[in-house]
């Protein structure tokens, strides 16, 4: 028998039904009057236990809505809430393709074809091109002006850009389709930059992340900021049209975690019906009157003569396969990240700052 307080074995048996995945993030749970019946308690009990969940940042209460499992369960805090959350999210995509028509034996044939397939590329990675360095990742103006001046100091080479968002580009490299990626993922749990992504996406291997420049992100906002936009929260002011980016990207993700913190969900915001997938296209739906504000990085709102509130300062590193790094073209990459020359023209973006340029990390 269990002989524990009673609020703590109601807030155990939810906790249960949240690993189990029973209770999904976003569900509401039972008011505090039907828990009361249902357990032969008094209502305090519920609230106990209720706040016992809420200090374990498992739910959360708005006033008039109701209590509801978190939207972003915390992955970090051990294994079966991580569990939990990869099955809601498989739970999804499953959902979804069998709403659209596909038979559970198709979906769980696709499913296998696909992590075999990721397997495979993940051991034999393609082959680049002579004289070619792939890159894929976030779009990042100093990724621009590094490709332009890439040959100047690489005997010849080429840096071949795709801009196809953070976690896009640790897919392609994960894929073997390019040689480096771009990232500037946050992670709330630890509150660091990258290497808790490359950890999960590449368990067991040497990865060297290679700074390139912290850069300012903020909102980026018509000239004069005729809105008088100053904090994350201005966000959910009826009818501001919000220019979203694409899903994968940093600063959505990035965006997306400082509105859950503020208590906010990006399915309440206005929102610009389409994606983009640069700063730069943000910026320029921006200037062209199609949306009021979006985020983005300080340099992109200057080109576009557009204002900017600056918010945070992120870190943007290159990741590097340990078998890529030794490549004279990476090499030479290294060392002009290292030079004057490199913190003169990456330090003269605005809202750069090229304190750790080309300084290495590796994660194994």
């Avoid at 009057?33 to 236990?49: D, E, I, K, L, N």
């Amino acid at each position: 028998m269990d002989t524990s307080p009673l609020y703590q074995q109601i807030a155990e048996s939810l906790r249960q039904e949240i690993l189990r995945g029973d209770l999904n993030p976003g569900d509401r749970l039972p008011s505090v009057r039907s828990m009361a019946a249902r357990w032969h308690c008094t209502p305090g009990t519920v609230q106990r236990a209720y706040a016992e969940l809420s200090s374990q940042k498992l739910i959360e209460s708005r006033r008039g809505r109701g209590t509801h499992v978190v939207e972003l369960l915390p992955e970090m805090e051990g294994a079966p809430l991580r569990r939990a959350t990869l099955l809601h999210r498989v739970d999804g995509f499953v959902l979804e393709t069998l709403s659209t028509g596909y038979a559970l034996d198709e979906v769980e044939a696709a499913l296998r074809l696909a992590l075999n397939r990721w397997r495979a590329l993940a051991t034999a990675p393609s082959p680049a091109p002579p004289g070619v360095l792939r890159f894929a990742g976030s779009h990042d103006p100093a990724v621009t002006l590094l490709a332009e001046i890439f040959p100047h100091f690489s005997n010849g080479n080429t840096l071949q850009v795709r801009f196809v968002g953070s976690l896009g580009g640790l897919m392609k490299l994960a894929q073997g389709e390019v040689d480096l990626a771009g990232c500037h993922l946050w992670d709330a749990e630890s509150d660091t930059y990258n290497e808790p992504f490359v950890h999960r996406l590449f368990p067991g291997r040497r990865m060297a992340l290679l700074t390139l420049a912290h850069r300012c992100l903020g909102l980026i906002v018509p000239a004069g900021n005729p809105a008088g936009l100053a904090k994350v929260t201005d966000l959910a002011r009826p009818g501001l049209r919000l220019i979203n980016r694409q899903r994968g990207s940093g600063t959505r993700i990035w965006l997306e975690t400082q509105l859950h913190h503020c208590g906010l969900h990006m399915k309440q915001l206005t929102r610009y019906e389409k994606e983009a997938l640069t700063h730069s296209e943000v910026a320029r739906l921006i200037a062209a009157g199609e949306a009021d504000v979006g985020a983005g990085v300080e340099a992109i709102a200057q080109d576009f003569g557009l204002d900017f509130v600056p918010l945070t300062v992120e870190r943007y590193d290159l990741l590097i396969p340990n078998f890529v790094w030794k490549r004279p073209a990476v090499q030479a990459l290294v060392m002009w990240l290292r030079s004057d020359e490199a913190r003169t023209a990456i330090g003269g973006l605005r809202g750069y700052e090229t304190r750790e340029t080309g300084i290495l990390r590796w994660v194994e």
